[in-house]
């Protein structure tokens, strides 16, 4: 492995080492014949290129003082600092973690930060107090600094927002979703007339490396990309690949990645050797022109070289051998942008050392400084912008916002003469309401348009308010999350729809690793609002098997700050899609919604034609707060806790056993994050007999949290609980031998009065 020592050595040794150039030379001049980068524009590339380079060294020497946290370096990617050249710095980028010396290019970007220094032996200075100094910012992220200005030391990551530049954590391009929405969330918001941090022909830039190019993330993002410009609608996408042919020690087949993507249907394909600067810059002159006048997607391939193996603990002898380790010193991005400086004649090669020694000493004080920085100090210091939550603001434009759409909800077909409606009626009609509340709201996913969904919900939405705010997306729930990742930081407010709980399983760290963690690692700078729409859990007739009769979310559960709403009955549903709407706009909330598909069309409660499970659409100024549970009955000898088909089941339980003179009373949580706490302790101390009726699975199921709160909150009467099996949902009748049903929760309710 080339340590930081030898790399250093190198760079002095064939810098030094160059041929002298002409006398002088116009820096307004271009530095190659044919080429676009002007003298000016490759010292600035240059000085970027340094600083990246011996930050890498200085968090290697942090890591070694006991102060430093992070080694991934991005040295021999250094090339990206002409791409960041090319882009203007308002251009939305999303980086992977080699990208040291696009970072610090695009700060010189910013007006107040650090100027190219000129043609002198002097390097340029730190910005001032207005600027931005790169420098600073990554080694308190090396250091997991209380101050560094983006993640807070929660994470190292290249991101900031007067950078436009949104902070991932990605190591597989799962931020290449993100990047797709964002691309067509410029447009869309535009069309809308929704207010984006970003210009109307901006370039969305996403960059990753070769081995991720080849994961299933990656793979469908493109092909997603691809698809929608296929159709003719805007994709400004750039997507770069930095090359350097090997992850982490498995190498990537030669020639792979431009086989792969080099000849795709609407996908512009551009290479380049990307350890020559006026190569990368003028390929991503090329690519970048393309893309903002076409607004379509381009591929820029970038070959690299890997130096400082993959990260600081990486023995790269293990697995390459020296040979190619010297192959790659001889490809050095950092000493050939000095070969280009000196053969232009703009510095000789003692000024390009020396040039370069004075930024070393600048970021190794800067180092120094870092150490001794502060960092956080508790978990709520911690997870401060982990969910923001803001329930009064939230209430106020939940009920402010209906109000404001009550136009729209008196023309709603059945909620106009107030007839009760169905729970696929009752979304139908807040998702028409609410999209006549927030101009930038978005309705999207597999057959939600023309057919109006799988069970009608979204049915007529398309027509009302046109194929901009209500769309089919290709089948891909990895890309139908990514496109409201994006749109969430474009200013919609979007509101996918998964069409079973079964279908986001293969997508869900889109969620989990992408949305929940945006506030997260940019202490609120950045934020991706979105209400995913999940038809879910089990118990439909006539339409069986596991992929669309799911009843596992333990993998929501566990996920810190998302919101998870359950409604059960058609006037919940409507006033929680409200709440989670104003929850999104307000706080930046990402918001699971719940659906039970065997409740959508169901009428009745205890008798057929009884219509008792139908309900009036809530009045305009009707919400549920988030953590807010709904009680029925006033029994005392038994609560029964429960939430979405366990809540039909229960008050039919209910009554069945009001007949054997059991008086038992029933709480649906509605909501499954935040746990309804204060509720469910309240009424589980009136009886002093709990019951937890969850029709998920027992292991990772909802009544493994109801029990624990139950038990950390210091309720001390009795407790049990009845769930499905911990089983896959079968095909046909067999599915009832692993569902929880109604004569398991009557048995061990009497079995619990007894127990007593």
Known sequence: MTTPAELDRHFREAAGALPGGPASADPAAPVRAGSRLDGTTLLAIFDAQAESRHLDSAARWMQQQGGGYYTISSAGHEGNAALAAVLRPNDPALL????????????????????????????????????????????????????????????????????????????????????????????????????????????????????????????????????????????????????????????????????????????????????????????????????????QPAFLHLSMVRFLGHAGSDAEAAYRASADLTADLARDPLVATAAALVSSGLLTPDEAVARYDAIGERVGAAADRALSSRPLASAAEVMAPLAPRHPGRVAERATGGAARAAAAHSRSRAAAAGDPVTLAQAVNLALGELLGTYPGMCVFGEDVGRKGGVYGVTKGLQRRFGPARVFDTLLDEQSILGVALGGGLTGLLPVPEIQYLAYLHNAEDQIRGEAATQQFFSAGQFRNPMVVRVAGYAYQKGFGGHFHNDNAIGALRDIPGLMIASPARPDDAAAMLRTCLAAAAEDGSVCVFLEPIALYHTRDLHDDGDDGWLAAYPAPDAHVPAGQARSYGDGTDLTMVTFGNGLRMSLRVARRLAVRGIGARVLDLRWLAPLPADDLLREARLTGRVLVVDETRRTGGVSEGVVTTLTDAGYTGLIRRVTSEDSFVPLGPAANAVLLDEPTIEKAAVGLLHAG
């Open 96 to 295: 992977h973690y080699r990208s040291g010396g696009f970072y610090c290019a695009r700060a010189r970007q910013v007006p107040g930060s650090a100027p190219p220094g000129g043609r002198t032996l002097k390097p340029p200075a730190p910005p001032d107090t207005t600027g931005i100094d790169p420098v600073r910012d990554v080694l308190l992220g090396v250091a997991a600094s209380a101050d560094e200005p983006i993640a807070g030391g929660r994470h190292k990551v290249f991101g900031r927002a007067e950078l436009a530049i949104v902070p991932q954590t990605s190591t597989i391009a799962s931020h290449l979703p993100r990047a797709l929405g964002v691309a067509l969330g410029i447009g869309r918001a535009a069309k809308l007339g929704v207010a984006c941090p970003w210009p109307r022909d901006a370039v969305a830039v996403a960059s990753f490396g070769d081995a991720s190019a080849s994961h299933s993330t990656a793979v469908g993002a493109i092909n997603a990309a691809c698809h929608t410009a296929y159709q003719g609608i805007p994709v400004p996408l750039l997507l770069v690949c930095e090359d350097n042919g090997i992850g982490i020690s498995v190498p990537t087949p030669p020639g792979w990645v431009a086989a792969s993507f080099g000849a795709r249907p609407g996908l512009r394909y551009l290479a380049a050797d990307g350890c020559d600067p006026v190569a990368v810059y003028d390929a991503a002159v090329r690519a970048v022109a393309l893309v903002r006048s076409r607004r």
